[in-house]
């Protein structure tokens, strides 16, 4: 959860507002040995951010658990990724504010 918080600072950083536009979580090598504790922990971290930080789309992104090594879940995390491309085109974001506002 520390890289997510990481990621998101500097993101805001580089452009403030950038961590406010639709995103994907995915969280890769989910082969390896410990995997399901860890993903398991960042859900049940993503639940408690998400629930103190509603409208904050970082932590309300999806998130898909894959291994590019066996290609588990690949097919997923490209559908994920063309969702989070369209959510984006169909919102507006406000930069100086960081709020998203809905187009019709």
């Known amino acids: 959860m520390s890289d997510l918080l990481s990621l998101k600072e500097e993101l805001d ?7 406010q ?17 860890g993903l398991e922990l ?5 639940r408690t951010y998400s629930a103190v930080h509603m409208k904050d789309p970082l932590f309300n992104a ?9 290609s588990t879940n690949t097919q997923e995390v490209k559908t994920a990724i063309r969702s989070a491309v369209e959510a984006y085109r169909n919102q507006r974001l406000d930069l100086r504010t960081g709020h998203v506002k809905e187009t019709y």
Not at 13 to 19: E, F, H, K
Not at 62 to 70: E, I, T, Y
């Open 13 to 19: 950083l580089y452009l403030p507002g950038l961590s």
């Open 21 to 37: 536009r639709a995103g994907l979580i995915v969280a890769n090598k989910i082969d390896l040995d410990g995997a399901s504790v």
């Open 42 to 46: 960042l859900e049940e971290q993503l």
């Open 62 to 70: 999806p998130l898909v658990s894959a291994s590019a090594l066996h």
